[in-house]
């Protein structure tokens, strides 16, 4: 048996009684060894661990993941390293849920790659995170692909450590070219920039933001994270890049490419001491965003940001 102190199983379960006993057996283990312990699932499922729970409940962090994950990319710094590293002495315990039926297939990718880099963002820690995956509702691919990501696997029978262990394959499988938009597109807009004219590619996402219907403060997101972006593709991605927004399937959609490449798989993904400098960029980016995806390679970067329309 490893000497890890991370542990990262995946839950098979079916059914809601499956569910519930499982999920809320691993939260009283750890309330019971007096760890600080950490509730993320979809809202449905958060019900059912709340009301097994009962009084336990209050002693438990409980957040709804179709909210605080949203986006795949913003799980490990403001939902799972955000609780850990409060509780920095203490072996913590997390469940966390991020791929639930109802996923697109959009969507999904980010999901995956999410669950591998969970292996590397917590390596080393004493953090046990158990992800439930629903046998019942999630194709047969996702399931495998859970396999491949987790290195113990918990069922009905049982545990077990999985054969196919190999996250980076995950990381390296869906790092895929981002497929173009199609004919469902609306409000389609496109700039080049470099130095000189990054102020106008603010201007341009303000503007397809706007006629999509964002005011107020989600304006000023979307106006931030292009900005991050652009200013990345600066820095790190050759000093000019490629701005193009749309809007399709109820989101706001906005791209920038360059010649950068993201080396680091965690890039983006790491909580940032305020008091340090430096890059901060992708950062901000997962944490304002409904979706971010990513396709990077020796010579060239895509990010693709989606906005839920108002």
Known sequence: MSAEPFVHPALFYR???????????????GLAAGEPVAVSVP????????????????????????KAGRNPGRIIPAVLRDFADRHPD?????IGEPIWP???????PA??????????????????????YDLAGLDPAVLEDAEVTHPVLRDADGERRSDRYAPQDVV?????????PDARVTRAAELRFDRTNLSDVRGLAAAQAAAAGFAGARLDDIRLAVAELGANSLDHG????????????????????????ITDPLAGRSPVDPRMAGSRG?????????????????????IRVYFDLP
């Open 238 to 261: 050759g000093g000019s890049g490629l701005f193009r927004s749309w809007s399709a399937d109820g989101r706001l959609v906005c791209e920038v490419s360059d010649t950068g490449h």
């Open 172 to 180: 390296d499988g869906y790092n895929r070219p981002l497929a173009e």
């Open 282 to 302: 992708l950062l901000i980016v997962n944490l304002l965003s409904d979706l971010v995806r990513v396709h990077t390679r020796q010579g060239g970067t895509v």
């Open 90 to 94: 203490d072996h913590v315990r997390i």
């Open 111 to 132: 999901c995956a790659q999410h669950e591998a880099l969970i292996n590397y963002a917590f390596a080393g820690r004493h953090v046990t995170i158990l992800c439930p």
């Open 15 to 29: 059914g809601d009684r499956e569910y519930a006993a499982a999920t809320t057996a691993f939260v009283r283990e």
């Open 43 to 66: 809202g449905r499922n958060l019900a059912l661990i709340r009301a097994e729970l009962g009084a336990e409940a209050d002693k438990v962090l409980l957040l709804d993941m179709t």
């Open 102 to 108: 109802g996923r697109t297939a959009t969507e999904y």
